[in-house]
């Protein structure tokens, strides 16, 4: 078995009302069923999804949230603003965005922005997926798969990984329930998350810093999906979170 992870070169500085699907097809000979994997931060900054702190009025809230962390209220704010729940306000600010995401502070990112701008996770990293995925269909006659992704922790562990955010034509995961192991038995339970971890992938070759890549294809992997995908497919119900009940226990 083999699989293939390359960047896209020449990729430039992202600004908002730049065409990513065109410029991955400029740079890059797409397969059928190959996979882009694309920086959240990118589609963000092409989405126009960038903002000051100056723009921002902190509330009373953000102002009690902020005098316990190093952090400037109207920061805070932002993040209430894209936040459909608080699980923790110290000593990490844990949130559930709008969209359904778990992560610190509503995934808002100063990295690779330019000075003095933040930059925000898409407001629908799905739509985002798909409509760059369309794209790239519609110029190269091509099947592909996109997975938008950002950079986050882990609950136990320390270290961070790429993860999936947004999802076109993958589903986010593989049940192997049923499918039996080497032995005859039957697997029970397990049930592979492939987006987070060809998200995981990518970053590899994506890095942290100035690298430059914020894309990358993956081939190899027969993934793509007959019918349309969402994250919120990997996003456990509120019924099913036993984390989430834990932290608003501790919370309350
Ligand atoms: P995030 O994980 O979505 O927050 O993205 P990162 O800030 O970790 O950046 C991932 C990769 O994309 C790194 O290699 C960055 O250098 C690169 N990157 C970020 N923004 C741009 C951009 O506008 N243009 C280019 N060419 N690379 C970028
Ligand atoms: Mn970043
Ligand atoms: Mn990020
Ligand atoms: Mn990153």
Redesign the pocket.
């Known amino acids: 078995m083999k699989m293939e992870a390359f960047t896209v070169e020449n990729?430039?500085?992202?600004k908002e009302g730049d065409d990513i699907a065109s410029i991955i097809c400029d740079n890059a000979e797409i397969k059928d069923y190959d996979i882009i994997v694309i920086?959240?931060?990118?589609v963000a900054?092409s989405e126009g999804r960038v903002f000051r702190l100056e723009d921002i009025e902190a509330g009373e809230k953000a102002k009690e949230i902020a005098s316990r962390h190093d952090l400037d209220p109207e920061f805070i704010q932002a993040v209430l603003d894209r936040s459909n729940e608080v699980l923790m306000e110290f000593p990490i600010l844990l949130v559930e965005t709008k969209n359904g995401h778990v992560c610190i502070k509503a995934g808002i990112?100063e990295?690779?922005v330019e000075g003095g701008y933040l930059a925000d996770l898409p407001e629908d990293p799905d739509s985002s997926a798909e409509n760059i995925g369309k794209a790239v269909e519609m110029n190269t006659s091509k099947k592909v798969s996109v997975i938008v992704?950002?950079?986050n922790g882990r609950a136990f562990k320390i270290g961070q990984t790429?993860i999936a955010v947004g999802l076109y034509m993958i589903h986010p995961i593989l049940n192997w329930v049923g499918k039996k192991d080497l032995f005859g038995n039957e697997l029970e339970i397990t049930q592979e998350a492939v987006a987070d971890e060809i998200a995981g992938a990518a970053?590899l070759l994506?890095?942290?810093?100035?690298?430059?890549?914020?894309v990358v294809i993956i081939r190899g992997l027969k993934l793509r999906s007959e019918d349309s995908t969402s994250v919120k497919e990997m996003y456990r119900t509120d019924r099913e979170d036993l984390i989430k009940k834990g932290l608003r226990c501790l919370r309350d």
Not at 39 to 42: C, F, G, Q, V
């Open positions: 990729v430039p500085l992202i920086a959240s931060t990118i900054k990112d990295s690779n992704t950002d950079t790429g970053n994506m890095g942290e810093g100035d690298g430059g890549c914020p």
